[in-house]
């Protein structure tokens, strides 16, 4: 299969920094998206890595090894509102993707 | 500027009932997608489409079936409603043989009572 694996759920202060692994399949793989999602609302795009490394995107970044089937979105200087759920999506052959369960993200004051 | 558009928010059906989700996008993508969501489960793929008149099942297109006689609409239908179907459906788009990311829909709560 092309399991997808992230922590069901993080708890994290304001103004912090937080860090959402997630690992999955290496076969047949094309790149890694991260979206967004606050409840009761669409999926948004944050980020997609095809190549090794860590790509910033203001207070986001992204990691990916292609290697160790591993990725990790770093999210700096917390704010209340990046209270959601993030989503680890894996695009594989045909470029169907394949969606992570999702790590729910609270940030409390 | 909406993009990908489902046609009801919220929807409340009666089990036995055939129902009807629409969804209609804007930016002449080749490819559209219908997922359902559900707590603890995450999004799963029930059926794409890569072109007009062209479609394939996805991990759990049982009990659903799909329309796309345009490009820009693809429907989703369930035959004979069931309380096991009430969930979140979201719909995407995304561009043909690229990795450009998938655009959703904003997504239609369906409880079946």
């Known amino acids: 299969g092309q399991n997808i694996d992230q922590p069901t759920e993080m708890t994290a202060t304001e103004g912090a920094i937080v860090q959402i692994n997630c690992t999955y399949q290496?076969?047949?793989?094309?790149?890694l998206f991260w979206y967004q999602q606050h409840a009761g609302e669409a999926p948004t795009f944050l980020s997609y890595?095809?190549?090794?490394g860590l790509e910033e995107k203001g207070r986001f970044s992204s990691f990916l090894s292609r290697s160790k089937g591993y990725s990790y979105l770093l999210l700096k200087e917390l704010q209340m509102k990046d209270s959601a759920s993030y989503l680890c999506?894996?695009?594989?052959?045909?470029?169907?993707?394949?969606f992570g369960r999702g790590t729910s993200l609270i940030v409390h004051p | 500027d909406v993009k990908v558009t489902q046609s009801s928010r919220y929807l409340v059906k009666r089990t036995g009932e055939k129902v009807f989700l629409e969804c209609v996008q804007d930016m002449d993508h080749e490819n559209m997608f219908w997922y359902r969501q559900d707590p603890g489960l995450g999004l799963r793929l029930i059926y794409f489409s890569y072109d007009v008149k062209m479609k394939e099942k996805g991990d759990i297109p049982e009990g659903y079936s799909v329309s796309r006689e345009k490009k820009e609409r693809f429907s989703l239908i369930l035959e004979s409603a069931s309380t096991n179907q009430t969930s979140m459906y979201l719909c995407a788009s995304s561009v043909a043989g690229e990795d450009y990311g998938y655009t959703f829909g904003s997504g239609t709560r369906l409880t079946v009572v």
């Open positions: 999506v894996r695009s594989g052959g045909s470029y169907i993707p394949t």
């Open positions: 890595n095809v190549l090794d």
């Open positions: 290496t076969s047949g793989f094309n790149g």
